[in-house]
């Protein structure tokens, strides 16, 4: 009897033990927080950081804190080609680059990067956020196990030197910095320019020992490393247009619980906007103060520029597939 009695509360006590283990654990399910470590290369400054930390605090909110993006400006988790790559590794779970950053990647943002390629903003997010586009997204989650998740705007690319520009016979001989995009390069070549690829991070240095003798960039960027210390005038070609694009792991992204991605996917929509919003309220300041810091600001003639280079994309349809620029022009009509 007495054994009985004892194997009977023995049960009932392994059983409050396994409810209690379960209870805990459910517990513990319910207040487990995801981490997402998302880098870029801008400062604290740079609206690209601003849109981040808005696309943060929004996945936070919806998420009852559940899911945390840590944004890790300047490069800390990766520059360049270093930071994408870690994203198609899995390394680092978020990202942002631009198009002829994914060029590396996959050879069609090349195009995007192009110069003259679209007629305006306007037109070219009619382009990404088309069948176009998506080709071309899920070209890179093929190959690069990359989502692109959201696509920013940094504005147009202009030209800095320390002389006047009025026409692309006036670049004649300048050694002008791009980044290593192979369309850019023969688009400069075409302009009787010398381009000369190098790393955003060694361009004022360059510019200021005379290693180059002019660069271009968005606005944001111009300001962000200070070139009108270094550089006299900005001539405002506006030869290409500068999506900013919010990456993810794929692999990350799929781990990810239904409920999240939606939370993501809606947060990448507040990256958007924000981008837009911070540029489109910035860009006449932008002008501003570089007007203020001394830089003598030129309206070239944009047609000889364009004219210049309309045909330069033929000479690369093996690399991001035939057709594919007359799909872009088509697009945009």
């Excluded at 998302?38 to 690209?48: A, E, K, N, V, Y």
């Excluded at 001989?173 to 688009?187: E, F, Q, T, W």
């Excluded at 929509?269 to 540029?279: A, G, L, M, R």
Aim: proline share 5%; charged share 25%; aromatic share 8%.
């Amino acid at each position: 009897m007495r054994n009985t009695l004892r194997s009977r509360l023995i049960f009932c006590f392994l059983c409050i033990v396994v409810i209690t283990v379960l209870l805990a654990g459910e517990i513990f399910a319910e207040q487990k927080v995801t981490i997402l470590r998302l880098g870029h290369i801008f400062p604290i400054t740079h609206p690209i950081q601003k849109a981040t930390l808005a696309m943060a605090d929004y996945v936070k909110e919806k998420s009852d804190g559940k899911l945390i993006i840590e944004v890790h400006p300047q490069g800390a988790l990766g520059a360049g080609s270093t930071l994408v790559e870690n994203i198609s590794l899995g390394t680092v779970d978020m990202g942002t680059g631009g198009p002829g950053l994914l060029s590396r990647l996959e050879p069609a943002w090349g195009l995007i990067a192009g110069q003259y390629v679209f007629k305006d903003a306007e037109s070219m997010f009619k382009v990404l956020g088309g069948p176009i586009g998506e080709e071309i997204r899920n070209r890179l989650i093929t190959k690069r196990d990359i989502r692109v998740l959201g696509i920013g705007y940094l504005g147009a690319r202009h030209l800095t030197a320390n002389k006047p520009i009025y026409k692309p016979e006036d670049l004649k001989g300048l050694k002008i910095r791009i980044p290593n995009i192979p369309l850019r390069k023969a688009s400069f070549i075409a302009w009787n320019a010398a381009p000369t690829p190098m790393a955003f991070s060694e361009v004022y240095l360059a510019l200021k020992q005379g290693v180059v003798d002019g660069q271009e960039n968005p606005l944001p960027q111009i300001i962000a490393a200070k070139f009108y210390e270094v550089q006299k005038y900005l001539i405002l070609t506006g030869h290409a247009l500068n999506p900013e694009i919010l990456l993810i792991s794929e692999k990350k992204f799929q781990n990810l619980s239904e409920e999240y991605r939606n939370i993501l996917l809606e947060g990448a929509k507040i990256f958007e906007e924000t981008s837009f919003e911070e540029y489109n309220t910035l860009k006449y300041e932008l002008l501003e103060k570089l007007l203020d810091e001394g830089m003598i600001v030129m309206k070239p003639n944009i047609e000889e520029f364009r004219e210049a280079v309309k045909d330069i994309p033929y000479q690369f349809e093996e690399e991001w597939g035939e057709g594919l620029y007359e799909k872009v022009l088509k697009a945009q009509e």
